[in-house]
């Protein structure tokens, strides 16, 4: 493990612990319902859209096009990436804190609104599919700006802990998201689900949105960023410094990320529950049990992450992340061989001992990734790693799951896929030195831009 370097006298060091304690509550209620609007469309898409906006197509074809939707986002989110990058290495952290939460919430709401198939034919498709590009270029410019708060507002031998507190908005999200549709099963069940029961998680949006713009409002300014910018050492072209510098490093650090987030993608993108609430599937459970499991599951997910925060700062974010990998691994094996069991309690098991591994493996992120990259263009590599990754992982990992099934009519080849990814995002941590504690402020600029790869000369 990389031992703690101390920070010096920079103004990184001078947010009060009040402050510290508002970027925490801003970026985790900012990011859960991020996230929750993310997630809603996910598992909508497995529950009803089939039926829905592709209809026409038929139940198997209509379920991949559904799914499919879901990962059409993920090829937006480099866009999103690249844009708020450039703009939050200009401009700062927190100005795309705000527009990537206002988009997303106006994407969210008007899906809520939209008519479907049988009300206006294809054009309810495709404007799903617009809404939901989106919320892909939103959920790209999100992540980078609410991890660069938390990590450049801690203190050094925290900074994982601090740092686990936006990766925890996913868990959030996932159990608001699964809560809400699970609660909306009961109050308008069967047919009154598919009529407006859906629609209601996404109105509610308009509602979470008011409360996310005004905490995020309250919080300061990333104190690296200010110092970068009261020193007028902004970076000009920071995308383009990024990839002459630094390609292999975002290569590598999206790995990573896939690695993580193809397996989440089996409840985060609605996968589990529709294979798990399919009447004429092997499993069978109704709506209702599996989302119950899922919003269970998501609360084990919530602590496991925010407890791999806290251990990456005693162990190292290396070392955590494959202790992390090594349960994950555990867990996709045991997945569908208690899934498919068919009962809700085996369904519960499967998802949280899944659950553990996705926790330990995505809680010393973001602290990982920012100490990844120079001070100087931070938020686009974080940014667009993150992006990267999750086209890797989990863009269309729903999809591939769905279509791997219906070939082999088996669900091992859905846990040979997982295992890969997992064994990829295990390997790709191994080639990465460990950077725990390593200063964030622009004054080790220089020391940053070392190459954390093992064998690559300094960048």
Not at 15 to 29: D, I, K, W
Not at 395 to 423: E, N, R
Request: net charge positive; with cysteine.
């Amino acid at each position: 493990m990389t031992r703690p370097i101390p920070d010096g006298p920079t103004a990184a060091r001078t947010s009060s612990s009040r402050e510290r304690r508002r970027v925490v509550l801003a970026t985790v209620v900012g990011t859960t319902v991020e996230w929750y609007d993310f997630f809603i469309y996910a598992s909508a898409a497995g529950l009803v859209f089939g039926q829905l906006f592709f209809e026409p197509a038929g139940p198997s074809l209509g379920t991949l096009l559904a799914f499919g939707s879901v990962g059409v986002s993920f090829l937006f989110r480099p866009l999103g990436a690249f844009i708020a990058g450039h703009l939050g290495d200009k401009y700062g952290r927190r100005v795309v804190l705000v527009l990537t939460l206002v988009l997303m919430g106006m994407a969210t709401a008007l899906i809520g609104v939209l008519p479907t198939y049988a009300q206006i034919g294809v054009a309810a498709p495709i404007l799903l599919v617009l809404l939901r590009i989106l919320q892909g270029i939103s959920a790209g410019g999100e992540w980078g700006g609410a991890v660069l708060m938390s990590c450049e507002h801690a203190p050094v031998r925290h900074r994982g802990l601090f740092g686990a507190s936006p990766q925890i908005g996913v868990p959030l999200g996932l159990l608001l998201a699964s809560g809400v549709l699970a609660v909306m099963t009961a109050v308008a069940p069967g047919d009154a689900f598919l009529a407006w029961g859906w629609r209601v998680p996404f109105l509610l949006s308009v509602v979470l949105i008011g409360i996310g713009y005004w905490v995020r409002r309250s919080v300061e300014e990333s104190p690296v960023f200010v110092e970068i910018a009261q020193r007028a050492e902004t970076t000009r072209q920071p995308l383009l410094q990024l990839f002459r510098k630094h390609t292999p490093l975002v290569l590598v650090a999206a790995l990573v990320f896939a690695g993580n987030n193809a397996v989440g993608y089996m409840t985060t993108g609605g996968y589990i529950q529709r294979y798990a609430s399919d009447p004429a599937g092997p499993v069978g459970l109704g709506q209702g049990p599996v989302l119950w499991a899922v919003t269970v599951s998501a609360v084990v997910w919530l602590a496991s992450t925010w407890t791999a925060g806290a251990v990456s700062d005693r162990l190292g974010r290396r070392t955590t992340y494959v202790i992390g990998f090594v349960v994950q691994l555990a867990g996709v094996l045991l997945l569908f061989p208690l899934v498919n069991r068919g009962t809700f309690e085996s369904l519960l098991l499967g998802l949280v001992l899944l659950s553990v591994g996705l926790g330990l493996t995505y809680g010393p992120q973001a602290a990982f990734y920012a100490e990844l990259f120079p001070a100087s263009i931070r938020f686009s590599g974080v940014s667009i790693s993150y992006a990267i990754g999750s086209i890797l992982g989990g863009a269309f990992a729903p999809t591939i799951a769905t279509a791997l099934v219906q070939s082999s009519g088996t669900t091992t080849s859905v846990t040979h896929y997982l295992a890969g990814m997992t064994v990829l995002g295990l390997a790709a941590t191994l080639i990465l030195r460990d950077r725990t504690g390593i200063p964030l402020g622009p004054d080790h600029e220089e020391l940053q831009a070392t190459s954390p790869i093992y064998g690559l000369a300094n960048a």
